[in-house]
């Protein structure tokens, strides 16, 4: 099915491993983001891409990499994971500019836990 | 920068009741999207309600109507009947037609947590 899709669902991990939350859409939006949300801070922008191979920073881009070599695919990785980032993280995909005021679709998101 | 506030952290409301959230947001520009994200316990994030600045009509889906004040910034949203599924996580968000860079990105306020009473 069509879609934007995350894995994995939830994810529990220790402090100073590297994880990677995968983000696959099908719609060959050129737009993707990656947002953290948390109580009390809402939906915060950590990285975005305007096209494969363009990534540009966000608000809180501190400790995690992105990268896209293909339109479809958008993986969020933390290098060594801390505590603070425990978090859902969710990924979102746009199909046009963001000048034509379109919605973003996001997908069901990762909760991930760093013990 | 843009910023989106949402002053009440948690809303209640009788089920077939109206209530109203309330968004402010402070920004430069003239012309921006604004939006109406509703979050259930699934986690999904949907899309309610989106309104245009330059268009001076409030937008309306069905049960859910915005009352836009482009002078005031202020963009709240009425649900009216309200149901039980209508109980979630409520997220204002901004959009700036920027068409370069990080402007152009989704800025959301913290939330305001909607239950609903049978």
């Known amino acids: 099915d069509a879609g934007i899709t995350q894995s994995p669902r939830y994810k529990i991990t220790e402090t100073g491993r590297q994880v990677t939350l995968m983000c696959h859409q099908t719609?060959?939006?050129?737009?993707m983001f990656w947002y953290r949300q948390d109580l009390g801070h809402g939906l915060r922008l950590i990285y975005y891409?305007?096209?494969?191979?363009?990534?540009d920073k966000g608000e809180v881009p501190d400790g995690y990499v992105v990268s896209r070599s293909k339109t479809e695919n958008f993986p969020l990785t933390l290098e060594s994971a801390t505590r603070s980032q425990t978090s859902v993280y969710f990924c979102?995909?746009?199909?046009?500019?963001?000048?034509?005021?379109?919605?973003?679709?996001f997908g069901s998101g990762t909760r991930l836990t760093v013990v | 920068a843009q910023t989106v506030t949402q002053s009440q952290p948690e809303m209640s409301v009788q089920e077939a009741e109206t209530v109203t959230l309330s968004c402010t947001y402070d920004?430069?520009?003239?012309?921006?999207?604004l939006f109406w994200y509703k979050q259930p316990p699934s986690r999904q994030m949907i899309l309610v309600i989106r309104?245009?600045?330059?268009?001076?009509q409030n937008a309306t889906e069905n049960r859910f109507s915005v009352n836009f004040q482009k002078a005031a910034k202020s963009f709240s949203l009425k649900i009216s009947d309200s149901q039980l599924g209508d109980a979630a996580m409520y997220f204002c968000?901004?959009?700036?037609?920027?068409?370069?860079?990080?402007?152009?990105?989704?800025?959301f306020g913290k939330g305001t947590k909607l239950s609903v009473k049978p």
């Open positions: 979102a995909s746009s199909e046009s500019t963001p000048g034509a005021g379109e919605s973003y679709t």
């Open positions: 719609w060959s939006h050129s737009y």
């Open positions: 891409s305007a096209a494969a191979d363009i990534t």
């Open positions: 920004t430069s520009e003239s012309d921006y999207y």
């Open positions: 309104q245009e600045a330059y268009k001076q």
């Open positions: 968000a901004y959009r700036n037609p920027d068409y370069g860079g990080s402007q152009g990105n989704l800025i």
